[in-house]
């Protein structure tokens, strides 16, 4: 009885994992994980690439000091990282363009010389 009930429960999670994948596409992208590096006043990658619709999922690490990811209109995003941390965030790419990523920590002015890019293509 237990092997039974055992199969049922892996089917039954296998089932909500396909919903939740198909629910992602059905939206018109897909899944897109990104790790992003500040380090030495720098994005490591500086350029994310993603289509339109896509689910973008960011763990932001900041490793020497601490840094902010911050992208204006449309997405409004601003995750902040202290020394040695990570932050993870997701938001949905629905808007066609090219916006900038950048450090909005105002105590140290060399952050506003951190700079990348969000392509929706």
Do not use: W
């Not at 939206?27 to 619709?53: A, C, M, S, W």
């Not at 997405?75 to 993870?88: C, D, E, L, M, N």
């Not at 629905?94 to 990348?116: A, E, H, R, V, W």
């Amino acid at each position: 009885m237990r092997t039974r009930h055992g199969v049922l429960i892996a089917s039954m999670l296998a089932c909500v994992f396909y919903l939740v994948t198909l629910a992602a596409q059905e939206e018109g992208g897909q899944i897109r994980e990104f790790n992003v590096i500040g380090d030495h006043y720098t994005f490591t990658p500086d350029i994310l690439t993603v289509t339109k619709d896509d689910l973008v999922k960011v763990t932001f690490t900041a490793k020497d000091i601490a840094y902010s990811f911050a992208i204006d209109a449309p997405y409004r995003i601003s995750k902040r990282a202290g020394a040695g941390k990570s932050v993870t965030f997701q938001f949905r790419a629905d808007t066609p363009g090219d916006f900038q990523i950048y450090c909005n920590l105002s105590g140290d002015p060399k952050c506003k010389d951190m700079k990348g890019t969000l392509k929706v293509r």
